[in-house]
């Protein structure tokens, strides 16, 4: 009867939210309702007549409908009903909810639930009361742990300037706290106990322990954030007792704990408490909060940290066997710490945690394909692996797509053109400036700026602007600085209005772009720029050009990163001059990321938006040259960083061309999932290659034309990164440019 | 190829669904939609995945792609995105019948 009882209560709290919400009164709800229990009544009957589907007798009433169970129709009742008040919900009125649920910390989610589960599955079995621990852990027990220290610790963290809007401070303001508290008591108190139920009384036992831990962490009088030693232990506590629990959940004895790991994990996580605290020794002293950096010291603290990370590693050691390869994936991090030990601590301590983090990944990595394999999950070929691998990341770029270009709708607000600017930068540009001119609406000012010019785009310009506009020579460029920045910095000098915008010669602009590019700077300022649409009209071109438009959605990420697009650059005039604009990056050969690394660092909101509909650019003549560029950019826009441009690299060729190798290989080895997950990333690339090139109006046929686009891309690059290497300065359009500046 | 029917099943009648909505103008599709589906498919997997640990219910695994522990089938999540997009079409399909603004906003 446990199902029957199950189906039961999913039904009284569906229809209790609906009721909630106002549904029950509406006749629709019941029609809907009425609907759908018809169809339920059929469809399931075929799946449970077919087999698909089959119940364990001493766990449903036995009465059924047809060969349906009656329990079937209320869990379908159940889901109706929460998916129509769902839908129905009033969200605005729950912005409430969505400040606990940031305040639960998403981003550590993972760090709790991964423990429970993994641990849980590496000693036992995964249980209900192990599933249910793992959700317990992923949310409910967060909102418990943040939650309590942001009851206490708002103010402090406020006013931590690491710790200020980062993910690690403190989100529900003082005033909510009521609504805070009985959030986590309503989230917590009733799932633990039903866990305890599940788990019986030795699980009980630990999540009462867990849960107790992690309040004392903040809550006075224990308050052991603020006892040295105790402190470290206690947060590591945080994340080793949910993995401790995980396998008590999934039914492991207590003699058959894996505590040597168990161990391990509390050092490890006690160094990397100490480690982190070194960074917040001023601000701590200063705030007069209590720390183990603070009362040990900053170098004593690195030493504790060194020698916990080293016995963490030597006791995983001493298991031997697949467990050594762990051991050495742990091995760094002692070394981490010991950077802290010489020069200055803290300014060290706030390098190394970034070691930390990224060093979390590749450990993380290691360790789980430790466990993969003790796990005999070898059962799973590489082939299935590599296939269902690409396939995610094709679904989460198409991810990616759909949800910027919902977030990249502008919002149309008019600005005067009288108030706009157009520095158009020129060197040889005789061919394509005619067009970028004309492109231009007559009221804005346009300054066209010839950076020696060997050809006759001074002529071309003044003739096609008539006497609207202004075309002036760069004049000597000075010593130290690029020929673009100076001749961009040339122009916003005379330029007289209030918003700047810098146009490349090539870039040809719509009717709208001008005023949806004011319209944005006019919103908070900043330095934004666009991602217009490349033109291309060869063959050669629309084979190898499309790689670009992809690589912008592969790399949407980066766009939360200090980064803009030269061709169509927005700004406004006074907080360009204030922060000294090309002046201040006059030596550099990437001018647009310099740029918006200053603004930056100047606390300057820097965006890159969609552009395609906004306006045209036109690199390249020919494939060449956009073989050239490639092999030109890629390797300083990966930051000089040789890990970086690799992986780079084999993301994108696992993304874009794997999916295809896979699926040839999968047909040939008759591995049927690997042939279907090849088959999903396949689909899925079709469909992420054909949105991309309806939004960058390209010929649908280019589609045809992709593994030679990838496989022509992924050599440049590789041409780039062996350029870099050898330390070839980059060459442009025959000239060499200046060096990295630094 | 057995084991693909059930899958075939679940996206041939999505399709259905897909096109009902787009022939009768119900305009499920947006926002709320995905908001649905976002908070109520992980419910259900989740008392699926106690019900199939429990042994509540089973998934046969000769006629489903792959089953994952504890005895999810893999076609279950899509399923139960079927069935959230058909619960919002049929309700916004019975506003629309009965002429209340059930069905619209």
Redesign the interface.
Same mark, same amino acid.
């Given at each position: 009867m446990e199902y029957t009882l199950a189906a039961s209560a999913a039904v009284l709290v569906g229809v209790s939210l609906a009721g909630l919400h106002g549904l029950l009164a509406r006749r629709a709800y019941w029609y809907g309702l009425a609907a759908f229990a018809a169809l339920t009544v059929v469809s399931d009957s075929v799946l449970v007549s077919n087999g698909i589907f089959t119940f364990g007798g001493r766990f449903i009433s036995g009465i059924r409908i047809g060969p349906m169970p009656i329990e079937d129709l209320l869990y379908g009742a159940a889901l109706y009903s929460l998916a129509v008040t769902v839908h129905e919900w009033n969200w605005n009125a729950l912005r409430k909810l969505s400040e606990l649920f940031r305040a639960s910390r998403p981003f550590s989610w993972v760090n709790t639930a991964l423990p429970c589960l993994a641990c849980g599955i590496a000693v036992g079995r995964p249980t209900a009361a192990l599933i249910a621990g793992t959700v317990y852990f992923l949310a409910p027990y967060n909102l418990l742990l943040y939650g309590a220290n942001d009851a206490f610790d708002y103010e402090s963290d406020r006013r931590n300037p690491r710790k200020n809007g980062a993910v690690e401070g403190g989100l529900v303001p003082p005033d909510r706290r009521a609504l805070l508290w009985s959030a986590i008591a309503v989230t917590n108190i009733p799932f633990l106990a039903f866990l305890a139920w599940l788990g019986g009384p030795v699980a009980g036992i630990a999540l009462a322990a867990t849960a107790a831990v992690a309040l004392v962490y903040s809550v006075p009088p224990l308050r052991t954030k603020e006892v040295p030693g105790l402190d470290a232990l206690t947060s590591s506590l945080h994340f080793v007792l949910p993995c401790a629990t995980g396998a008590l959940l999934a039914g492991a004895a207590i003699g058959a704990m894996p505590w040597r790991y168990l161990v391990a994990f509390l050092l490890w996580g006690a160094a990397s408490q100490a480690l982190g605290a070194i960074q917040d020794v001023k601000f701590d002293r200063e705030a007069g909060i209590g720390s183990i950096a603070v009362s040990l010291g900053a170098r004593p603290t690195a030493l504790a940290s060194v020698i916990l990370y080293s016995g963490a590693a030597a006791i995983v050691a001493g298991a031997g066997g697949p467990a050594l390869v762990a051991a050495a994936a742990l091995l760094p991090y002692p070394l981490l710490a010991a950077s802290c030990l010489a020069g200055d601590a803290e300014l060290q301590a706030r390098r190394a945690w970034k070691g930390f983090l990224g060093m979390n990944l590749f450990s993380g990595f290691l360790i789980t394909q430790v466990l993969l394999r003790a796990w005999g999950v070898g059962r799973v070929t590489g082939l299935e692996l590599i296939a269902w691998g690409s396939a995610a990341g094709v679904f989460t770029l198409l991810a990616i797509f759909a949800t910027n270009r919902l977030r990249m709708r502008r919002r149309a607000t008019t600005v005067g053109w009288e108030r706009i600017s157009v520095i158009v930068p020129a060197h040889n540009e005789e061919a394509n400036i005619a067009a970028c001119l004309r492109s231009l609406p007559r009221d804005v000012e346009v300054i066209v700026v010839d950076d020696g010019s060997t050809d006759r785009t001074m002529s071309a310009a003044a003739r096609t602007l008539g006497p609207l506009g202004r075309v002036v020579p760069a004049g000597q460029r000075p010593d130290g600085w690029t020929g673009k920045c100076w001749a961009a910095w040339r122009g916003a000098m005379l330029a007289s209005r209030e918003i700047l915008v810098f146009l490349d010669a090539d870039t040809e602009l719509g009717d709208k772009a001008l005023e949806a590019a004011a319209a944005e700077v006019a919103r908070g300022g900043g330095l934004i720029s666009f991602l217009t649409r490349y033109d291309m009209s060869t063959f050669a071109e629309r084979a190898v050009m499309p790689a670009f438009a992809l690589m912008q959605v592969a790399l949407w990420p980066l766009t939360l990163l200090p980064l803009a697009y030269g061709p169509f650059m927005v700004a406004r005039r006074t907080e360009y001059m204030e922060l000294g604009g090309h002046r201040t990056i006059r030596g550099s050969d990437q001018e647009d990321v310099d740029l918006a690394r200053l603004f930056a660092h100047a606390g300057r909101p820097v965006r890159m938006l969609h552009g395609a509909d906004l306006g045209s650019t036109r690199h390249y003549r020919s494939a060449r040259q956009v073989a050239a560029a490639w092999r030109r950019m890629y390797y300083a826009y990966s930051g000089h960083s040789l890990a970086i441009a690799l992986a780079g690299i084999a993301g994108l060729a696992m993304v874009f061309l794997v999916p295809a190798c896979a699926f040839v290989a999968a047909w040939i080895a008759e591995d049927q999932p690997a042939l279907l997950g090849a088959a999903v990333g396949l689909i899925g690339l079709l469909v992420l290659r054909g949105a991309v090139a309806i939004s960058e109006r390209q010929p649908l046929a280019t589609i045809a034309w992709h593994p030679i686009t990838w496989a022509a891309t992924l050599w440049a690059m590789g041409l780039s990164v062996a350029d870099g290497l050898r330390g070839r300065r980059p060459v442009w359009r025959g000239t060499e440019l200046a060096g990295q500046p630094q | 190829m057995t084991r693909?029917i059930?899958l075939a099943s679940i996206l041939f009648s999505a399709a259905g669904i897909l096109f009902l909505d787009r022939r009768f103008r119900l305009g499920a599709f947006g926002p709320?939609?995905v908001? =649905?589906i976002a908070?109520?498919v992980p /419910? *259900?997997l /989740?008392?699926d =995945? +106690? #019900?199939a %640990?429990?042994?509540? *219910?089973?998934?046969?695994p000769h006629?489903? +792609?792959?089953i994952f522990?504890?005895g999810i089938s893999f076609e279950e999540p899509f399923l139960?995105t079927f069935? +959230?997009v058909?619960? /919002?079409v049929?309700?916004r399909? %019975? #506003?629309r019948?009965?002429g =209340?603004p059930?069905?619209r906003q």
């Open positions: - | 693909y059930y709320r939609l908001r =649905a908070l109520t /419910v *259900f /989740v008392i =995945a +106690v #019900g %640990a429990r042994g509540w *219910f089973r998934s046969d006629l489903s +792609v792959t522990p504890p139960l069935l +959230v058909l619960s /919002v049929l309700w399909g %019975a #506003g019948l009965l =209340a059930g069905g």
